[in-house]
């Protein structure tokens, strides 16, 4: 299995508070991706509450996966995991951090 990291900085003249805005509307990250739209439906677990799992499909690939809840700590942070089930993918895990640097 091979594994694949990338970190990535970024800066903007703007206001954490500001780019929260953006980096926090995971349904327009995802529309500006260019990926599909997400169906959701929701398993029993016996630990208790149920497991939320993602559905698309992307061509002929339909791909499925369990989606813990987001970790969201406003104005400076998002976490995002996705645990794949089948398919071409293991798991995905996006973490970011919206950093005041000076006035931006």
Same mark, same amino acid.
């Given at each position: 299995?091979?594994?694949?990291?990338?970190?990535?900085?970024?800066?903007?003249?703007?206001?954490?508070?500001?780019?929260?805005?953006?980096?926090?509307?995971?349904?327009?990250?995802?529309?500006?991706?260019?990926?599909?739209?997400? $169906?959701?439906?929701? @398993?029993? *677990?016996?630990? &208790? #509450? %149920?497991?939320?799992?993602?559905?698309?499909? =992307?061509?002929?690939? !339909?791909?499925?996966?369990?989606?813990?809840?987001?970790?969201?700590?406003?104005?400076? $942070?998002?976490?995002? @995991?996705? *645990?794949?089930? &089948? #398919? %071409?993918?293991?798991?995905?895990?996006?973490? =970011?951090?919206?950093? !005041?640097?000076?006035?931006?």
């Amino acid at each position: 299995m091979k594994r694949f990291a990338d970190h990535s900085t970024y800066r903007f003249d703007v206001a954490p508070e500001a780019l929260w805005q953006a980096v926090s509307d995971t349904d327009a990250v995802n529309r500006d991706a260019g990926l599909p739209a997400v $169906r959701y439906t929701f @398993e029993p *677990r016996s630990e &208790g #509450g %149920p497991a939320t799992i993602a559905h698309v499909r =992307v061509g002929p690939l !339909a791909i499925e996966w369990e989606e813990p809840p987001f970790t969201w700590e406003a104005p400076y $942070r998002v976490s995002v @995991e996705r *645990r794949f089930r &089948g #398919g %071409p993918f293991l798991r995905f895990l996006s973490d =970011v951090h919206v950093v !005041a640097d000076g006035a931006g």
